[in-house]
């Protein structure tokens, strides 16, 4: 089983940058892909990205692509997404997320992951 802890989250202005981190235990993340998700207060849990197991394939949601870059660094088990120009909107938990499932069409839909983080507040002001 694999233990995910996310942390860098807080709170920034609008226009600042900002840099998650998803830590992973107990199993290396090598064979996982993973992806960030968020839930804004009210709101269902959206996808934001998803990065293939070699970190060679992304993908994003249109909201935040050109804007946020998901990377991960196997060698440290660790993810990472880092975020430009932020938005009131970019407002939310944003949860961490693992699956023994290849990067895929899937990807963007939050119950095809298996393992998940317990999440980090990132709240934009205006």
């Known amino acids: 089983q694999v233990q995910l802890v996310e942390s860098g989250g807080g709170l920034v202005q609008a226009g600042d940058s900002l840099t998650l981190s998803c830590a992973a235990s107990?199993?290396?993340?090598?064979?996982?892909?993973m992806a960030w998700f968020r839930q804004a207060p009210g709101k269902e849990r959206e996808f934001v990205a998803a990065i293939s197991t070699n970190g060679a394939y992304t993908r994003y949601a249109d909201s935040v692509k050109g804007r946020f870059t998901i990377s991960r660094a196997n060698a440290k088990n660790t993810m990472y997404l880092r975020m430009n120009s932020l938005k009131p909107e970019d407002t939310a938990v944003y949860y961490c997320a693992a699956r023994r499932l290849p990067l895929g069409p899937t990807s963007r839909v939050s119950y095809n992951y298996d393992y998940w983080g317990q999440g980090t507040q990132v709240t934009v002001s205006s």
């Open positions: 107990r199993r290396t993340i090598n064979n996982y892909a």
